[in-house]
């Protein structure tokens, strides 16, 4: 008998992995696409990303999927609307089931089989939210740079260009960001009278670009504090407590494994090195969402949603990268 595929997809900000899987958890191929969140980049943009990963993918098989299955950010807000896509898959002729999940999920289940528990994802925002029965049962923060992601990228960044100006105001300590800030914006000089030409640069830079762009500094801070500077090592240090906070106000947040994932809790980031200290052996590393998002595309395949399904997916996919 004929196994069943799927194509699992992990659209996210920068780059959407779609894989084919079939109903043992066995990956047989893998393929790249462009940034598929369509809260980022707007929703026929991401969906056609999208659909050209899957069609990469099935290109290197002869395998027809049964079941199309995405993880991206912004699902639960959206309530699981993604009408692009289905006019993108259609214009392919790729004809299917199609399931939409938040990408909380594919991140938890990148690294654990475990029905409940809790997932963090810090990267230009913060997200943490509760899994329980393999569902998503509470979230906190994620709230976008207005309202919230507290510690995350864009918190992070906002805080080093705010140094960067107290410092060239006189009015706050000296710090190796300041010149960092400089050097990313372009050192732009703008000539104001009674200001220093720097200081009128970044303003002019900083309301210039879109908000989000101050995310762009947020690796001068974990770069400085990890050489030693006061000023970054505090916003990191406020960055993680943040960060804590969220996953403290989760329900039940003692109990299972946490998941973390996102560029901020990358290898070499003061900021990760505080909260996974802090969270202790609980604490499971993830870097990406696609075994996540196979995992429940084979789970809705039939096959058993356990430890053993969730390592053979990690193991063929390992395989199919080489």
């Known amino acids: 008998m004929s196994q069943r595929r799927a194509i699992a997809v992990d659209a996210g900000g920068t780059t959407s992995r779609a894989v084919v899987v079939d ?11 462009g940034p598929g969140n369509p809260r980022s980049v707007g929703g026929d943009a991401a969906a056609a990303n999208i659909v050209g990963a899957c069609v990469a993918a099935l290109d290197q098989t002869d395998a027809w999927p049964d079941l199309f299955v995405i993880t991206a950010a912004g699902m639960l807000s959206t309530g699981g609307e993604f ?7 259609s214009q392919q002729g790729l004809e299917g089931l199609v399931r939409l999940e938040p990408d909380m999920l594919s991140a938890y289940f990148s690294a654990t089989a475990s029905p409940t528990g809790s ?42 260009a705010r140094a960067a100006a107290r410092h060239l105001d006189h009015r ?13 914006t372009g050192s732009i000089q703008a000539d104001v009278p009674g200001r220093p030409p720097a200081l009128s640069g970044l303003i002019d830079w900083a309301y210039g670009v879109p908000p989000v762009q101050l995310a762009r500094l947020a690796p001068l801070a974990l770069e400085e504090a990890n050489r030693g500077d006061a000023v970054a090592s505090q916003i990191c240090d406020e960055a993680a407590d943040r960060i804590l906070k969220a996953v403290a106000a989760l329900p039940g947040s003692g109990a299972g494994p946490v998941v973390v994932g996102g560029g901020v809790m990358g290898p070499n ?20 969402g696609v075994v996540g998002s196979a995992f429940l595309a084979v789970g809705m395949l039939g096959a058993s949603a356990d430890e053993d399904t969730r390592g053979r997916i990690a193991a063929s996919l390992a395989q199919v990268r080489g």
Do not use: K
């Open 269 to 288: 980031s003061p900021v990760a090195r505080r909260v996974l200290a802090e969270l202790g052996e609980s604490a499971l590393r993830v870097t990406d």
């Open 83 to 89: 009408p692009e896509l289905h006019v993108a898959l």
């Open 172 to 184: 706050g300590p000296a710090s190796s960001l300041t010149q960092r800030v400089e050097e990313m």
């Open 23 to 33: 109903s043992t958890g066995t990956c047989l191929a893998e393929a790249y696409g």
């Open 119 to 160: 997932v963090l994802i810090v990267g230009t925002g913060t997200t943490a939210a509760r899994i329980s029965n393999g569902r998503v049962s509470a979230v906190r923060d994620g709230l976008g740079w207005l309202l919230g992601d507290g510690g995350a990228g864009f918190w992070i960044g906002h805080q080093v």
